[in-house]
């Protein structure tokens, strides 16, 4: 806005320059005897003046300084549309990992109950003495290391999502 203010007042500045002016004298000319001009009453006299002045030549200057502020508005509003677009494409981003965030969410949620259901059968076998304590161990540290990854995915989803709303809540629009 500024810069489109700073182009508008330098376009002004090629245009004429126009000045009014009046003047009236109400007693005579005489400086010499001042207290005399005031009997010579008939010289009273009004004037008007209209000058206008413009600038024939200055080494192209106006019109190089004309040209390059409108070249810095110009270059402004591509700034703007650039971060414009890469603001809608960071948004549009954030909107699809919130979408599979959801799909993800619902199969980390059924693959989550296969590993707990998963230990807990583990647990029983070597309760029953049908797999050895170190075969039950390493499965158990493989299901754990699911878990993690799943959990771990769980909290993604949850700030993507969260990311989502944030920006559904704050969203301005701009043209």
Excluded: H
């Excluded at 080494?59 to 677009?85: D, H, Y």
Aim: contains cysteine.
């Amino acid at each position: 806005m500024k810069k489109q203010k700073e182009y508008e007042i330098q376009k002004r500045a090629n245009f004429p320059k126009i000045s009014f002016d009046t003047r009236y004298n109400w007693y005579g000319s005489d400086s010499n005897k001042y207290f005399d001009s005031f009997s010579d009453i008939e010289q009273r006299s009004l004037s008007f003046r209209i000058s206008t002045s413009f600038t024939m030549f200055d080494g192209m200057k106006n019109i190089n300084t004309v040209n390059k502020k409108g070249l810095e508005v110009e270059k402004l509003k591509v700034q703007k549309e650039q971060e414009l677009a890469e603001l809608k494409k960071k948004y549009e981003q954030i909107r699809l990992d919130a979408e599979n965030s959801i799909l993800q969410g619902k199969n980390n949620k059924r693959t989550l109950s296969l590993v707990n259901k998963n230990l807990e059968n583990l647990e029983r076998l070597n309760a029953n003495g049908i797999i050895a304590k170190t075969e039950c161990v390493k499965k158990k540290l493989e299901l754990l290391d699911k878990k993690q990854k799943l959990e771990e995915t769980r909290i993604r989803n949850y700030v993507a999502g969260y990311k989502l709303g944030v920006l559904n809540e704050n969203t301005v629009v701009t043209k």
